[in-house]
C-alpha cells in the first residue's frame, strides 16, 4: 500500500473541492443560462404576438371596450420591447453563459479524471500536479461575474 503524504492528501482533497466548485458553477450558470433564454423567447412571442396583420390581432374579443384597452396597452408593451430588445443583449448573454457552462462542465470532467486517474495509479505524479495549479485554478477565477 503507498503512503500518502498530508501533500498528497491535500491536493486530492483540492482537486475533489475544485470539482464540487465547477458542479456549483454549472449548475448556477445552468440555471441563469435558462432563465435568459425563457426571458428572450417571452420577448419575442410578445413582440410576434403584437405584430401587425398577427392571428392575436383579430381575435374579436379585441373590438370589446376592455378588449381595446387590453389590446393598447399590450401593443405599447410589445413595442417598448421590441425597441429594448437590442439593448438588453439577451442573445450575447445566452452566448456568454453557454461558453461558461460548458467550460466549467470541462473543467470539471478533468478534475473528475484526475482524481480517479490518481486513485487507480495510487500516486500523484509531478505532471499532473503542475497542470492542475497552470491550467484550472486560473480558469476557475477568471470566470466569477
Partial sequence: MTHWSDEDFDFVVECWNY?????????????KLRDTR???RTVEIIIAAAASGSAVASLAFWATDVGKVVWTAFTTVAALLAFAKPFLNLSDSIESKSKLV???RAVA????????????????S???RARRSEEHT????????
Avoid: K, W
Wanted: aromatic share 16%; proline share 0%.
Fill in 126 to 128: 509531478d505532471r499532473e
Fill in 109 to 124: 470532467a478533468a478534475y473528475r479524471n484526475l482524481v480517479f486517474d490518481i486513485r487507480q495509479r495510487r500516486e500523484i
Fill in 102 to 104: 460548458t467550460e466549467y
Fill in 19 to 31: 470539482f464540487r466548485r465547477c458542479l456549483q458553477f454549472d449548475c448556477y450558470y445552468g440555471h
Fill in 138 to 145: 486560473s480558469e476557475l477565477q477568471s470566470h466569477h461575474d
Fill in 38 to 40: 425563457v426571458q428572450n
